[in-house]
């Protein structure tokens, strides 16, 4: 099984600070990635698929890069409704989620 | 537009059964391969199950395969796990969570319902 993990467990910065969200991966998983963003009593939202793709209707704000084992999920200029638990999932060996970091408000 | 809504979630004792469904709306549901994703209360996420578009191939993930059965209706946009032999470790919010992609899939989950509560305890 392909492990993930997540750094920072939790990140906090102000609305209008950039946000560097890291994900590493146990194996290489080429660029078998997507990023989610998920609100207290809401279900995940897809931000990123294939490591640097943004899904429909997602700001530019949020990039996705990386490929192999490191990937980043940047967040440009925090919003105040950026703030929220972000996971990363790969897809490259079955499917598992890494545990997420949550980003708070400084 | 899209919607997904889950059903059949409740209390349930270990060893016992549990059949969760998962309506589909605003979208050609034959077209998409669909999965169930569980949550454990204030935890992170984990895979659960995965069915195709045309319900050929079925994949779970190892610690429930062989008790889980994940199937669809076509006819009526239904997508429904059967689960048996529950543990306490089953328990969590289950997702119905469609593929990006239409056909074969990629298995990135864009749309989600809003889940089903599933607690084992005795």
């Known amino acids: 099984e392909i492990l993930l993990t997540q750094s920072p467990a939790t990140l906090y910065l102000s609305p209008g600070e950039r946000a560097t969200l890291s994900c590493r991966a146990s194996?290489?998983?080429?660029?078998?990635l997507a990023w989610y963003q998920q609100k207290p009593g809401q279900p995940p939202r897809l931000l990123i698929y294939?490591?640097?793709n943004r899904a429909s209707g997602i700001p530019v704000r949020f990039s996705g890069s990386g490929s192999g084992t490191d990937f980043t999920l940047t967040i440009s200029s925090l919003e105040p409704e950026d703030f929220a638990v972000y996971y990363c999932?790969?897809?490259?060996?079955?499917?598992?989620f890494g545990p997420g970091t949550r980003l708070e408000i400084k | 537009q899209v919607q997904l809504v889950e059903s059949g979630g409740g209390v349930v004792q270990p060893g016992g059964s549990l059949r969760l469904s998962c309506a589909a709306s605003?979208?050609?549901?034959?077209?998409?391969?669909i999965h169930w994703v569980r949550q454990v209360p204030g935890k992170g996420l984990e895979w659960v199950a995965a069915?195709?578009?045309?319900?050929?191939?079925?994949e779970y993930q190892d610690s429930v395969r062989g008790r889980f059965t994940i199937s669809r209706d076509n006819s009526r946009n239904t997508l429904s796990l059967q689960m048996n032999s529950l543990r306490p470790e089953d328990t969590g919010l289950y997702f119905c969570?469609?593929?990006?992609?239409?056909?074969?899939?990629?298995?990135?989950?864009?749309?989600w319902g809003q889940g089903t509560v599933v607690t084992v305890s005795s």
């Open positions: 969570a469609r593929d990006r992609k239409e056909d074969h899939g990629i298995n990135y989950f864009d749309r």
């Open positions: 605003g979208f050609t549901f034959s077209r998409y391969g």
């Open positions: 069915i195709s578009y045309d319900a050929i191939k079925r």
């Open positions: 194996q290489n998983i080429d660029y078998f």
């Open positions: 294939d490591a640097s």
């Open positions: 999932q790969q897809r490259g060996n079955s499917i598992t």
